[in-house]
């Protein structure tokens, strides 16, 4: 029996916002320089309480046509007003499953006595809460938070609704060093990109067939 290979074109591309004075680059989970551990301020905004280090996303379609969006967020405190971002609230909508959230993984990073610390979140104090009847949230708030902490968190969201691709913004409430968006879409899709900024955003795009 022939096997039959649907061949598919993908339009990949990537949004790149990083930030002129620093060097932060995104790096796996668990994995931390120690720059990154003793750094005192953000320098392009000196008196911010806390800082995103890097915001990274991967978005794809899977075998099935669900769209897959990876998820890496690393954010360093500067002080105890900073602590609040360690409350953390992914909202998704739940109606007839169209958006579930799997693979959570958060931990906190200090270092003490010159020793890098990790200390991972107790899944039991991940709550799912319920916003309304389309919508819930995963909420946690980060173990052993200080001013000078790292925390980051990665997750998987999934879309079973083929045209419910993510958005993307590049910046929020506090400063963002590295902002990295990598999305490959099937080429019949039309992309519409709006952005305010006074930094320029670097965009590559390229082809790639894939066999399902």
Known sequence: MKKLYLSLVFCAFLLYSKAQSLSVNTQPFGKID????????CDFETDA????????????????FNI?????????????????HADIRIQYNTYNRLEYITGLQAQTIN??????????????QVFTES??????ALVFTFPNVKPGSVIEFKYKWTSNYFGNFPGWYFQEKIPCATAKSERKCLNFFTISQVYISHKSLLRTTGKLNRKV
């Open 34 to 41: 120690e720059a990154d551990l003793t750094l005192k301020n």
């Open 49 to 64: 309480n806390a800082m995103v280090l890097f915001d990274k996303a991967d978005v794809y379609f899977d075998q099935n």
């Open 131 to 136: 916003v309304d009847k389309w919508r819930s």
């Open 68 to 84: 897959i969006n990876e998820r890496h967020k690393r954010i360093k405190i500067f002080n105890d007003k900073g602590k609040k």
């Open 111 to 124: 270092l003490a006595d010159g020793k890098v610390e990790i200390i991972k979140i107790d899944k039991k």
